[in-house]
């Protein structure tokens, strides 16, 4: 059975109003998932988003022999003293995130192998910086066309100086999981630092591991053996992600909207780029609210090259573009991270934007323009989340298939949307 979403456009109306709230980081539970291999006892998770990742995680837990407990949106795993540290083709294939899990389960048992999680929609998605990390700290990497068998070498992974040539996000969760399990001390340099990683570092910190550099680009790990902290439990931070794309979609079509349950100390260049278009932006502690200008003119159009933490979230950019076509004037927009990550715009063409590819990193918005509904599949979940803005802002009824796309990074997204307004169903075909 394959879900989609209808939806009815407001053709452009700003009428959507009420609080919409937002749940925990998908790309924080990807790191947190990992962590448990860390740590002596059972580690919980709080404000746990409820998202295909977790379900294909339990399952590849229930699989290697991790076992997962769940009370509401509080999760406890708990790592025996062996495990099969072989992932199943199936379950790492599907989710990306999987790779996080290799390198503390390298570090503690001594040995893992998993299939190449594989390109998607927005890129290649090489694997080549973990490779590399892994061979740095001393393991033996063999390479068949499919699969990947990682040895550490006799008394386990050495700590290494490590030169990321691309901040990677993944990796450097990864390689700081597993320097913590590794003899001697790991510098990873040119580290990521998004919130995502600094916060669970923090945590780690806090549990007892010997970490430097928390937040900047340098990390200085000690390895030290497994976390010994009593019932370690760690919140899940809000998804940034999450709280810009409601942003985006407030700006477009409410009266007033209140983000809630938001961290606005991350939304640092969201809120930039939306008050800079002439957004209306309340900003508490812990939520934002967007209120529609009284005199309905247009936004202007602001440009956006995505980048690494603090600069523009590549995750943003798709919804930003629907914000854009809305917006009055020319500007480019340019995806720095991955190729492939603007090919979704051909279907807002077909709706009635103006967007005009440069080349694959780079296209001109034109705008504003009027937007009508069409039936859409949804590429990837940030793609789909940004159709379905493009939905909403149309005119006519819109059909957006693949909705697990969407579900993969947005929980259970039509009952919060339609809280605040938005004419849109849930359909089984
Ligand atoms: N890269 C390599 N080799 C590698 C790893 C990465 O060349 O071995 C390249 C990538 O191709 C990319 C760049 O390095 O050009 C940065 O990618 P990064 O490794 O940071 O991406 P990631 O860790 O795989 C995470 C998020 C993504 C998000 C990116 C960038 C998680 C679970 N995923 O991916 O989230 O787009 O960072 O911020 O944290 C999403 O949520 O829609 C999503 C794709």
Redesign the pocket.
Known sequence: MKDFFAVSGLGGKKVLSGTIPVYGS???L??ALAAPFVFREPLSLSNVPLLE?LKRTEELFSDIGVSAKARGRTYTFTVPKSIETSLSEDIAKRI??S??LTGPILARFGSVSFPHPGG?V???????????GYRAMGAIVRETRRHYYIRAPKGGLRGATFYF?????????TFALAALLSHGTTVLKNA?I?P?ITELLTFLRASGAEIEGIGTQTLVIRGGGLLKRRAPRYRIIPDR?EAGSFLILAALAGKKVTVRNCEPAHLDSILHFLSHAGVSLAVEKTAVTVTARRDGTAYRSVGIKTH??PGF???LQAPAVVFLTQAEGDTTVFET???GRLNYTDELNRMGADIRMMDPHRVLVKGPTRLSGKTLESP???AGLAYLIAGIVANGRSVIHNAYHVD??YERIEERLRAIGVPIERKTK
């Open positions: 998908k790309n924080a990807a790191p990742d990306r995130a790779i996080l998607c927005i890129g290649e998605r090489p694997i080549d910086i973990f490779l590399e040539r691309t901040q990677s996000v993944t990796g450097t969760e990521a998004e995502e992600i690494e933490y979230p590549t995750d991270i991955f190729e990837d979940l940030r993969r990074g």
